[in-house]
């Protein structure tokens, strides 16, 4: 069955320092890989989407992330965090390719970010 | 551009009894989805409707039940809810037939089961 999986609960960095939150997924074929945030209080708010082509992928508020086959990964990047990017943050991946709208969901990653 | 509504935003209800979550979803869009997610939890889908009807479901009982109205909107119905049923309900809606159309989510609603 497919699975997404971060290993990270939390992690902390402070204001300006570089970050870099982990998923691995399980997926028979090519997945569709996804990365979405959520506030405190608030839905969510995709971040960056893979479907093909280039493995590196820009989203949205300076985040990239990086599709590795071989490792099963799609790790989410910031080269300088801000206050503001203190959330949760999910990695997901559509297990049919014909309707991404079912998602599988990790259990999240919480940020906090230090000034 | 009016996003994804969704309404109450709180609702409080006694172990055995039926709630119903309201969805309007995002301008354009045709379809919803709802998903549950428990404390400390990732989302996890329930269900999918486009034309009004079910096109999708997750893992989850009959007791889950949806309905899509002519306008688009969703309710999501809960009977004999249990304790575990507690969570924030999240709708998203997208267009139809566009994989590449991503998912918009809504604030949610919470529920709380005492």
Known sequence: AQSVTQPDIHITVSEGASLELRCNYS???TPYLFWYVQSPGQGLQLLLKYFSGDTLVQ???GFEA???RSQSSFNLRKPSVHWSDAAEYFC???????NTDKLIFGTGTRLQVFP | DAGVTQSPT???????????LRC???SGH???????????QGPQFIFQYYEEEERQRGNFPDRFSGHQFPNYSSELNVNALLLGDSALYLCASSLWGTANSPLHFGNGTRLTVT
């Not at chain 2, 709180?10 to 039926?18: A, D, E, F, P, S």
């Not at chain 2, 045709?30 to 400390?40: E, H, I, K, P």
């Open chain 2, 30 to 40: 045709d379809t919803v989805s709802w998903y549950q997610q428990a404390l400390g």
């Open chain 1, 92 to 98: 997901a991946v559509a297990p049919y390719l014909y």
């Open chain 1, 27 to 29: 997926y028979g074929a």
């Open chain 2, 24 to 26: 309007s979803p995002k």
């Open chain 1, 59 to 61: 989203g949205i508020k």
């Open chain 1, 66 to 68: 990086e599709f590795k």
């Open chain 2, 10 to 20: 709180h609702l409080i209800k006694t172990r055995g009894q039926q709630v119903t």
